[in-house]
């Protein structure tokens, strides 16, 4: 027999809107009147009493649409997008607990697309483990994989991808704004009322006006791959290390590590609680996630140089996205010399570069480069990049990064404002 629950509007660790059921954690509670048509994970518990098992959404960026016993005693999930036509991103998390310890089988499956990444575990929604083989099988149709684990008391979250969830990267915000050069400020809200938040790394003396680099992540909820390179990336800016010191007597950067709270917090594939790809609106500016943040670019003109704009995303694979060397820039050979020096640290894991001649033009960064005429990348980070080796990857990005920045700056180069692609 199966007892499905929807839980009350006031949970031990949030709160529900009404409108959609995403789930919004304690940090970020607002009263949003925003009715977003989007097909939303429903925040519920189904429990299964003849096996003792139970299943959840309770808890930020989970998503499944439906949950069943199937013959046998195996149990069926099912995830399906936000809102079409979206991006062959399938995401899914979920908990599953036992009144008693036992192995079961559990079929995953996506409406409309292949299933895209290999499942992680974790006991505690932190650290993550993936499935090998001989615990997840993908198949037999694309769309589909069957998952065996042993289940308990104890809860379990089995996830498309380990969850960078708003809390982490609120927890991790609110620690790195405790260094005396950084400080933390809400930009905006998000379509359904969530904060947005900037960081500010600025050591530069008092006196001295800043060149600034920006960074952006988080546009695309399941790209969490992105979100690890960006915290290495930043923690290496904000070292203790000789090139970090003199790098931030210079330079300040500007970050947004969460740039749409509404689709991580609901467990979307790809899009905001307007069902739009965030990455598709730089120079439409339909959004208020994407205003927000524009208007705190576009006022660096008043404070300082813009040098860099960095935006952190996932795919299948890693890869640099930037502008040909031979389009105009405020700073000419800046990106070849960058990824120069990422792969003398690195020989055989530098991420392959794309240059588009034919860009989508309404992507963050290549919006930057219009607006600023400055070096943009977008970093991609592959799903199933070693976790080890993403970190490494974004430390020597962020090193070389910090080399050519200061090389650069000491050129005293002239801004033109301006600069027409």
Same mark, same amino acid.
């Given at each position: ?101 036992? &192995?079961?089988?559990? @079929?995953?499956?996506? /409406?409309?697309? *292949?299933?895209?990444?290999? %499942?992680?575990?974790?006991? !505690? =929604? ?114 203790? &290390?000789?090139?970090? @010191?003199?790098?931030? /007597?210079?330079? *300040?950067?500007?970050?947004? %590590?969460?740039?749409?709270? !509404? =689709? ?158």
């Amino acid at each position: 027999m199966i007892i499905a629950r929807r839980v009350p509007s006031l949970i031990l660790a949030g709160v529900i809107t009404a409108a959609t059921c995403i789930f919004v954690p304690p940090h970020a509670r607002a009263a949003t009147s925003a009715k977003p048509s989007l097909t939303a994970t429903p925040v519920r518990t189904w429990e299964f009493s003849e096996d003792g098992v139970r299943f959840d959404t309770q808890f930020s960026a989970a998503r499944i649409n439906a949950c069943t016993r199937t013959a046998g005693g195996q149990f069926a999930v099912v995830t399906s997008p936000e809102n079409r036509p979206i991006n062959a991103s399938p995401w899914f998390a979920f908990r599953v607990t036992a009144k008693t310890e036992k &192995t079961i089988k559990i @079929h995953v499956s996506c /409406e409309g697309t *292949a299933l895209r990444y290999i %499942p992680k575990i974790s006991v !505690d =929604g932190t650290s993550w483990i993936a499935l090998p083989a001989e615990a997840y099988n993908h198949g037999p149709a694309a769309d589909e994989g069957t998952i065996t684990l042993k289940v308990g008391p104890e809860p379990l979250w089995v996830s498309a991808q380990e969850i960078i969830s708003s809390e982490r990267l609120e927890a991790w915000s609110r620690t790195l704004e405790r260094l005396p050069f950084v400080t933390r400020n809400e930009i905006g809200r998000s379509e359904l009322g969530q904060p947005i938040y900037k960081l500010e790394i600025n050591a530069v003396p008092a006196g001295t006006k800043p060149n600034f680099i920006t960074v952006v992540s988080r546009q695309h909820p399941p790209e969490t791959t992105g979100s690890q390179a960006l915290l290495s990336f930043i923690e290496t800016l904000v070292a203790e &290390t000789p090139l970090a @010191h003199r790098f931030r /007597e210079k330079f *300040a950067v500007m970050l947004v %590590p969460l740039v749409n709270p !509404d =689709g991580v917090n609901g467990g979307h594939w790809r899009h905001n609680a307007r069902g739009v790809d965030l990455n598709r609106d730089w120079g439409l500016w339909e959004n208020s996630e994407t205003r927000a943040v524009r208007d705190q670019f576009q006022a660096l003109r008043e404070r300082g140089p813009h040098y860099f704009h960095i935006d952190f995303h996932s795919s299948f694979a890693d890869g640099l996205y930037t502008q040909p060397d031979d389009w105009p820039s405020q700073l000419p050979g800046f990106t070849a010399a960058w990824i120069a020096g990422i792969t003398s640290r690195l020989p055989h894991n530098t991420p392959k570069r794309s240059t588009q001649r034919k860009p989508t033009i309404t992507t963050s960064h290549n919006w930057a480069y219009r607006e600023f005429g400055i070096p943009t990348c977008t970093y991609e980070v592959g799903d199933n990049t070693d976790r080890v080796m993403l970190q490494a990857i974004a430390t020597a990005a962020a090193k070389s990064l910090m080399e050519q920045l200061l090389a650069a700056e000491a050129t005293k180069p002239k801004f033109t404002v301006p600069i027409k692609p």
